[in-house]
């Protein structure tokens, strides 16, 4: 297994700033995913980020709204741009684990509520 | 366009009562199917993978089996702790192999 941790845990953050999630794992780990749950709904998949290459967004999803730095094995970072209240989500980022990748684990995730 | 679905909404059980979740897909290439449980305020805890068509995975009160269309999760004599949401998600068999999440089921099992 993988454990996650981010930081910050939560944040209320005012409309046009941005706001920089960090994730640590406590392995070496090829990919890492970032993911945003809006209140009530299911995840989705906002980009992964390999280390060494540029991350891959999902529609819907751009470099300039979510940047996401990778700069070792261990450690990522999403930024969350020129914040509105639309971005007000659980951003949780995520590791692939296991046997053959077989396993997929979350960090606790940064409750963000933008004002 | 890929589609994972469960049902129903949210669940309410008496412990010891048990039933099964559903969690159907249509998706275009499919490696695997995850299950999760999600309490309120965490992340999603892994549960099990299940990759072939007749799998079956055990663990403690749960058990996940696969068909070619849909899995189930099984909550045999369940207890007020296994109360949460229980998410499955299709893992996609092309590029990163991202996964897919329904929008999953609130169990609720009272004493």
């Known amino acids: 297994s993988a454990v996650i941790s981010q930081k910050p845990s939560r944040d209320i953050c005012q409309r046009g700033t941005s706001l920089t999630i960090q994730c640590q794992v406590d392995s070496q780990v090829t990919m890492m995913f970032w993911y945003r749950q809006q209140p009530g709904q299911s995840l989705t998949l906002i980009a992964t980020a390999n280390q060494g290459s540029e991350a891959t967004y999902e529609s819907g999803f751009v470099i300039d709204k979510f940047p996401i730095s990778r700069p070792n094995l261990t450690f990522s970072t999403l930024t969350v741009s020129n914040m509105s209240p639309e971005d007000s989500s659980i951003y949780l980022c995520?590791?692939?684990?296991?046997?053959?990748?077989?396993?997929?684990?979350f960090g606790p995730g940064t409750r963000l509520t933008v004002t | 366009e890929d589609q994972v679905t469960q049902s129903p909404e949210a669940l309410r059980l008496q412990e010891g009562e048990s039933s099964s979740l559903n969690c159907s897909y249509t998706?275009?290439?499919?490696?695997?199917l995850f299950w999760y449980r999600q309490d309120p305020g965490k992340g999603p805890e892994f549960l099990f993978t299940?990759?072939?068509a007749g799998e079956e995975k055990e663990k403690e009160r749960l058990k996940a089996t696969l068909t070619k269309k849909e899995s189930f999760l099984h909550i045999t004599a369940p207890k007020p702790e296994d109360s949460a949401t229980y998410l499955c998600?299709?893992?996609?068999?092309?590029?990163?192999?991202?996964?897919?999440f329904g929008t999953g089921t609130r169990l609720l099992v009272s004493p």
């Open positions: 995520s590791v692939r684990s296991g046997t053959s990748g077989a396993e997929q684990y």
């Open positions: 299940l990759y072939s």
């Open positions: 998600a299709v893992q996609m068999n092309t590029g990163f192999q991202k996964l897919v």
């Open positions: 998706v275009s290439g499919l490696r695997g």
